[in-house]
């Protein structure tokens, strides 16, 4: 029997490795990998649906699956998960707290990026500013104009205006022309070496320690996307995909516990996998949805507060109806 031809974009990552160089096979599927840039892939996906199956930033399909509009629909396979408390850069010399964000004008290169929904929760739950205490200054991070993927309503008591077309809020964080950054990249250029530049957190990782061990929610960024006419045809298609990316993330993780040779170009590797275990447990990065509930839950009803989705999408909405449980031996 034939296998089934599909072009599959994803990030070039660890946990993908083994399904790249053949050493994981996806059930019934001739695959054509394409390992690109969150930004080509998300472009791409959204605006042509170039791929059968895509990785796919999670507010961007949240806002397109509350509209009923989206080509794709999703796996909870969460390809991308970062803590964002390292996503906000302020002037330092203005701004010493997260409160002292009120009144203040934030750059962004796009509204609806995951990475900045999460913030803005952070910044919310924790710190009482909300996204209408701010101006928010909309431009590209190393190139200007960018454009929102995404055509988005906010709500009326959300500030936001464009960067000027000759500029970028990497720049204008340099001059003082912005008080913070918020974005998934850190600011190119000169802003990078300003010594009134900085993380608004001096210690982002024990901060998203002690948020962790409050919320259990670890941050979900992105999720893989099946074009769902290929869904309808192939019934089977989602488990199988399910199965593979899950047995291809068990290897890397394999592979990062053994320390003969580190197989990432970082010293301290054993130290902070010890760390990331004894703080969140052994299935530290899960797929699947009822591991990840809390984070689901949190990212639903944030994004639909901020304005992007147009109604609460519950959590049981959110996925192909068959990778909701599985087969146990």
């Known amino acids: 029997m034939a296998k089934l031809p599909l072009s599959i974009a994803i990030g070039d990552y660890d946990r993908n ?3 790249v160089d053949g050493a994981v096979q996806i059930d019934g599927v001739d695959p054509a990998y394409m390992l690109l840039s969150p930004e080509e892939m998300f472009f791409r996906a959204f605006r042509y649906q170039d791929f059968d199956i895509s990785e796919l930033s999670f507010s961007s399909y949240l806002v397109k699956h509350a509209n009923g509009d989206c080509p794709y629909i999703a796996l909870p396979i969460f390809l991308s998960r970062a803590f964002r408390h390292t996503s906000i850069y302020v002037r330092k010399d203005r701004i010493t707290r997260p409160e002292d ?3 203040k004008r934030i750059g962004i290169p796009e509204y609806q990026l995951t990475a ?3 913030a803005r929760a952070i910044l919310q739950d924790d710190y009482g500013v909300r996204p209408s205490d701010v101006t928010w200054v909309r431009g590209g991070i190393d190139q200007p104009g960018r454009p929102e ?4 309503k906010l709500p009326a008591d959300v500030k936001m205006i464009d960067a000027p077309a000759d500029t970028t809020i990497s720049d204008m964080l340099d001059r003082g022309e912005i008080d913070g950054f918020m974005a998934p990249r850190a600011p190119y250029g000169a802003a990078r070496e300003n010594p009134n530049v900085g993380w608004l957190f001096d210690d982002p990782t024990a901060v998203a320690k002690d948020y962790f061990n409050r919320t259990r929610i670890f941050p979900i960024m992105h999720v893989l996307g099946l074009r769902k006419t290929l869904a309808e045809q192939h019934p089977w298609l989602a488990a199988a995909l399910v199965k593979a990316f899950d047995r291809s993330k ?6 990062l516990s053994d320390t003969s040779a580190t197989k990432v170009t970082l010293p301290f590797v054993e130290e902070q996998l010890k760390a990331a275990q004894e703080t969140m447990g052994p299935n ?4 699947g949805v009822q591991d990840s509930l809390a984070t689901l839950e949190a990212f639903t009803r944030h994004h639909h507060a901020q304005g992007l989705s147009s109604r609460h999408v519950p959590v049981e909405e959110l996925f192909h109806p068959s990778t909701y449980e599985t087969y146990k031996i």
Do not use: D, F, H
Request: charged content about 25%; hydrophobic content about 50%.
């Open 17 to 19: 490795r083994a399904l």
């Open 101 to 103: 964000l009120k009144g």
């Open 116 to 118: 900045n929904v999460w």
């Open 149 to 152: 993927k995404i055509k988005l």
């Open 250 to 255: 068990s290897i890397a993780l394999e592979k």
């Open 284 to 287: 530290y990065w899960a797929y």
